[in-house]
């Protein structure tokens, strides 16, 4: 089922990019609020997310450094990793309707894509 959007093809959104790793304490110098165009066209069993929550955790510090670690190290000039809650805003995926909270990984932004 494709969802038409009361907005055109493309929005802009809000994210913030992890620009240079700390050395000692973080400031907001270590990251960019940017803003990106966003295609509101989804593909079978996508979903388009605004996000309401963004976590900030602990675990983060250790990703924004280079040493081995479970988990992989954040990649610099990319969306801050993390977990996020948000509404569902439009759906092609048949197990998420429209107005649907759900979680997931779509970083430090403001709306993001997900395939569900």
Known sequence: MTIIL???PMITTKQW???RQPVGQITAEHYELVEQQLST????????????YLSLDPYMRGRMSKAASYAASQALDDTMIGGTVGQVV?????????GDYVNGLLGWAEMGV???
């Not at 066209?41 to 309401?52: A, F, M, S, Y």
């Open 90 to 98: 439009a759906s092609r995926n048949a197990f998420f309707a429209v």
């Open 114 to 116: 997900s395939d569900g």
């Open 41 to 52: 066209t989804l593909g079978d069993g996508e979903v388009l997310i605004r996000n309401h």
């Open 6 to 8: 009361p907005f055109s």
């Open 17 to 19: 990019i992890y620009r």
